[in-house]
């Protein structure tokens, strides 16, 4: 299995404050939050990148993904300020 990076971007002149998760297999940009603290937005936005793989797998394989039936994932900071998320749980 893959990790998950996400990394916080600020506000732009045209954008809002965001949050982009990335592995090998894809990447997804999301609006930050603010009803949500940080580590919140990061796992909310692996979270989100994993739906999307979820669905992508759906529609590509028909039925539903194994994707949806893993469990909790672990969260860390990295050095640099970058969250790094590991799927812990084996699929149910």
Not at 33 to 59: P, T, V
């Amino acid at each position: 299995m893959q990790a998950i990076e996400t990394r916080y971007f600020g506000p732009t002149n045209t954008l809002g404050s965001r949050i982009k998760a990335s592995c090998e297999r894809g990447s997804l940009t999301v609006q930050w939050d603010y009803g949500m603290g940080i580590e919140e937005n990061h796992r909310a936005a692996a979270a989100r990148l994993l739906a999307k793989f979820a669905q992508e797998d759906s529609a590509k394989y028909g039925g539903e993904s194994k994707v949806h039936h893993w469990g909790e994932f672990s969260t860390g900071t990295l050095p640099d300020g970058r969250f790094a998320h590991v799927l812990t749980g084996g699929i149910r």
